[in-house]
C-alpha cells in the first residue's frame, strides 16, 4: 500500500510539473457546451452565477445537482485566493438561516457586506421556504432581484468597465456611433423576440413598436440606429446609478441608494430581455465591416495591455486566450465575445429570473446543500521538479521522449520557476463524486450530473472529465465502477497549473498524465517547425502595419468599402495580433 501510496504522489507531482510548464499552450481545440449539454446545466449554471458574482474577487464556485425522489441535493465547492482554506476538501452541510424569507429579502435595504457564506445560506433558505412568504409574486421577484443586486452589484460594475477598457466604450456606445458616423449602405431586416413587459412598455416610449407577430420586432435600416439609442441610454443609467469617478478612476460605489437600486433592477431586466434576443450580434454582423471596428479596439487594448487591466479579467469575460488573440480576425468570434460578454454582465439578472422560474414557482421541493472548501494554490511547481521529470524520462526508450525532453531542457533554461498549480474547482468536485463514501448519499441515482463552473473548462479538467466518462474505471476490478456519467460544458482547450484533487484514482491520473505529455509532444514539435519555417521565409516581405491608430484615435477601418481593402486589413490586424500574442504572453507569464 505504501508504494501505491508512493507511485500516485510521483503522478500527481508529474500532473503539477507538466501543466505548469505548459501553462498557456493549446492542448486541443476549443470546444463549445454543446446545445443539450446547456440545457441540462442551466439549473446549475444559474447557482453558479449567483454565487461567483456575489463578491468582487476572483472566487471560483463549481456546482451540481441531482433530484432525488422527495428533494434536490446540490453540492458546492468553492475557491477564492484570498481565503486560506488550508487543505481539507471535507464536505459540510449548509445549514438553513432561521429567519422567514421576507425579512432576508429585506436584506436588500442594507448596504453593509455580507460574509459569502451568509449569503449561500440565505439564498438556500430562500429556495425552501419561498412558499412560506405571502405576497403578489411579481412582488416577491422584484425583490429578490434587489436583494441579489445588493450582493452583486460591485462584479457587475468590475464587468462593465473591463468592457469599457477593452473596447474603449461600451458595445451600445460603440455601435450607435459607428451607425452615426458610417454609411449603412446595406442591411438585411431581421426581426427579435422580446417577451418582457418592461422591456416592451420602454421600447414603446422610443416608438419602437413590434410588428404583427405577438413580442416580435422588426429591426431595419430605418430604425435599427434608434434601437441602439435606446440601449446606450439603458447603459448609461445602470452606470450613473452603480459607477462612481475618482481622480479619474471609475469603480464601484460604496453605497448605492434604495431608488437607484431600483431604477437598476428595472434597467438590467430590459437590458438583459433584449441581449437575449441575439440583437447585438446580429446587428455586428449585419453592418458592413462593423464587427472590424471590435476586433481593432480589443487588438489595441491587448497590445499596450493597461495596468488596471489582468489577464484574469479578459479571461472572465471573454475567455480570451494567447492563441484567441490572433483570432481578433475572425468576423464570427467578435460577434460571439460582444454577445458573450453581455451574456456575462447580465447574468446574475437571468439567474434569478431562472432560479424564480424552475424552483421558486414551482410546488415546495427540499433544497439540501452541501459545500467543500479549498485552497486556491498549491506550493510553488520548482525548477527541480522538471529535473526529476526528466531525469526519469530519460530512463524511457520510446521514440518520442527526446523531443520532449529537449523542450523541458529549454523550457528550464530559459525560466527561472515555473508558476503555482492550482487546485481547480470543478476538477475537485469530480473528485469528490469519485469518493462513493462522500456523495453515495447525495447522488444515489445513475442520472447525468451536470458540473458547473460558469466558464469553459481548462484542459487538464476537459480531459479528467473524459477520462472518467469514458469508463476508464472499469478497465480495474478494485476501483470503484458506479461513477455517474457527468456533463461538463465546453473547453477553452488551454493548459494552466493544475493540481490533481484527492479521490481520482491513480490510473486515470496516469492516463492523464499522458496526455499532458502528448501535449509536450505537438508543442515541441510545432516550435521546431515555426522555427524552420521563419529561417526559410527571412527574405519573405513583411505583411503592411500601416498606421493602426491614429494620434487622434481614428481607427485604420474607417475607409473600408470594399472587398480587397478588407483582406488588406485582415493582413494589417494579423500583424498586429502577432505582436498582441507576444506581448500578452509576456504580460501573463511574468505576473505576480
Known sequence: MAVN????????????????????????SPLATSSDAREHLSDVDAIVALLTTATDGDRVVAVTASRQANCIETLLVTRDPRDDYGISESVVAVEKCDVPVETILKGWLNSDSVPWEEYVRDLITLMNDWHLYEADELS?????????????????????????????????????????TQPVESFKPFTVKVTSDTAQYSLQEWNISPSSAPNTYTVDRNNVTIWFDFL??????????????????????????????????????????????????????????????????????????PPDLSPDDIQDALEVMPDDVSDVTSEVLARDR????????????????????????????????????????????????????????????????TTTVDWLEKYKSKHKSTGHANQHAEAVLMGLLCQQSSTSAMFASNEKLPVAVGRRCCFCCYKLGQLLENGCLNNHDDLRTDMPELILPGTHGVVYGWAAPSG?????????????????????????????????????????????????????????????????????????????????????????
Open 140 to 180: 416577491k421577484l422584484f425583490t429578490l432581484h434587489l436583494f441579489i443586486l445588493r450582493r452583486c452589484y460591485h462584479k457587475l460594475v468590475v464587468r462593465m468597465l473591463l468592457g469599457e477598457k477593452l473596447w474603449g466604450d461600451n458595445p451600445f456606445s460603440l455601435i450607435h456611433k459607428w451607425l452615426t
Open 232 to 305: 446606450r441610454k439603458q447603459y448609461s443609467n445602470v452606470r450613473r446609478c452603480l459607477v462612481e469617478t475618482d481622480s479619474g478612476k471609475s469603480r464601484a460605489r460604496r453605497s448605492v441608494l434604495a431608488d437607484d437600486l431600483e431604477e437598476v433592477v428595472t434597467t438590467l431586466a430590459v437590458l438583459q430581455n433584449i441581449a437575449v434576443s441575439r440583437l447585438v450580434p446580429i446587428v455586428i454582423g449585419a453592418v458592413p465591416n462593423l464587427w472590424a471596428a471590435f476586433a481593432e479596439r480589443q487588438c489595441f487594448t491587448l497590445l499596450r495591455m
Open 504 to 592: 481520482i484514482p491513480t490510473p486515470i491520473l496516469r492516463a492523464l498524465k499522458a496526455e499532458l505529455l502528448e501535449v509536450v509532444e505537438r508543442v515541441a514539435k510545432r516550435a521546431k517547425t515555426s522555427m524552420l519555417s521563419s529561417t526559410r521565409g527571412g527574405d519573405s516581405p513583411q505583411p503592411e502595419v500601416g498606421n493602426f491608430h491614429s494620434a487622434k484615435g481614428a481607427t485604420a477601418i474607417d475607409s473600408l468599402s470594399s472587398n480587397s481593402c478588407r483582406v488588406q486589413h485582415r493582413r494589417r490586424v494579423a500583424a498586429h495580433c502577432t505582436r498582441a500574442t507576444h506581448r500578452y504572453h509576456y504580460f501573463t507569464t511574468h505576473a505576480q
Open 338 to 401: 460582444v454577445d458573450r460578454y453581455l451574456r456575462t454582465m447580465m447574468s446574475p439578472t437571468w439567474a434569478a429570473n431562472h432560479l424564480h422560474r424552475v424552483v421558486l414557482c414551482q410546488p415546495r421541493t427540499v433544497i439540501r446543500a452541501y459545500i467543500a472548501k479549498v485552497p486556491a494554490n498549491e506550493k510553488p511547481v520548482q525548477i527541480a521538479d522538471i529535473d526529476d521529470l526528466i531525469g526519469r524520462l530519460k530512463q524511457d526508450n520510446a521514440s518520442q521522449t
Open 5 to 28: 501510496k508512493e507511485i500516485d504522489e510521483q503522478v500527481r507531482k508529474d500532473i503539477r510539473t507538466l501543466s505548469a510548464t505548459l501553462t498557456r499552450e493549446t492542448g486541443v
